[in-house]
């Protein structure tokens, strides 16, 4: 059994994530630059190992996003932290968001 299914609300934190990057035009064409993925290929992308925890590692590297979504959305940075932490490590590099 992987952590992300020990931990659904790790992954349903992730899954927000990403539904509030997707929903921010600026947003999305910086995650989008940043990891080289082209916005048709994000739905076949979303269940590959790792992608969740790289895109809460996208939110976690620039506070003022990570601040917004958390205001916009109600979920506590300290508990986007526990969700990255629970996903496990990444398996691509860190993501620079700066």
Not at 14 to 29: E, H, Q, R, T, Y
Not at 60 to 73: K, R, V, Y
């Amino acid at each position: 059994m992987s952590e992300s299914d020990e931990n659904p609300g790790a992954e349903a934190v992730a899954v927000a994530a990403l539904g509030w990057i997707a929903s921010k035009p600026d947003m999305l064409n910086r995650f989008l630059a940043l990891t080289g993925i082209e916005a048709t290929q994000i739905r076949a992308v979303a269940a590959e190992p790792g992608f969740l925890t790289g895109v809460l590692d996208f939110l976690l590297a620039h506070e003022p996003s990570l601040m917004a979504f958390c205001d916009e959305t109600g979920i506590a940075a300290t508990d986007a932290q526990k969700a990255r932490t629970a996903l496990g490590p990444s398996t691509e590099n860190a993501w620079l968001s700066t």
